[in-house]
């Protein structure tokens, strides 16, 4: 089993920066790849980006490139997401989730794991 423990979020201008982190614990975390996604009210879950389990590989979705960045540090378990230039679209609950495999995908249904979210919201 893997536990995720999501933490960052809060309320931010547009604009702003918010950092979300992601701790994992149980199985080997430094194995498998992570992502992150979210889901606004009345929307459907979203994928946002997603890591390899080295780090060598990341993924992006067009409307947050160039403004988030995805990163993770194996010796602390954790994965983040650096927020940057928020917009009030980007407001969410934003969920870190695990792939039992090495490659990422852009594919929620592909992740094995997910943790209990937290909320983002950009005021305008």
């Known amino acids: 089993q893997v536990q995720l423990v999501e933490s960052g979020g809060g309320l931010v201008q547009a604009g702003g920066s918010l950092r979300l982190s992601c701790a994992a614990s149980?199985?080997?975390?430094?194995?498998?790849?992570m992502g992150w996604f979210r889901q606004a009210p009345g929307k459907e879950r979203e994928f946002v980006a997603a890591?390899?389990?080295?780090?060598?590989?990341?993924y992006y979705a067009d409307s947050v490139k160039g403004r988030f960045t995805i990163s993770r540090d194996n010796a602390k378990n954790t994965m983040y997401l650096q927020m940057n230039s928020l917009k009030p679209e980007d407001t969410a609950v934003y969920y870190c989730?695990?792939?039992?495999?090495?490659?990422?995908?852009?594919?929620?249904?592909?992740?094995?794991?997910w943790g209990q979210g937290t909320q983002v919201t950009v005021s305008s």
């Open positions: 989730a695990v792939r039992t495999a090495r490659l990422p995908t852009m594919r929620g249904v592909s992740y094995d794991y």
């Open positions: 149980g199985r080997t975390f430094s194995s498998y790849a």
């Open positions: 890591i390899s389990w080295n780090g060598g590989i990341t």
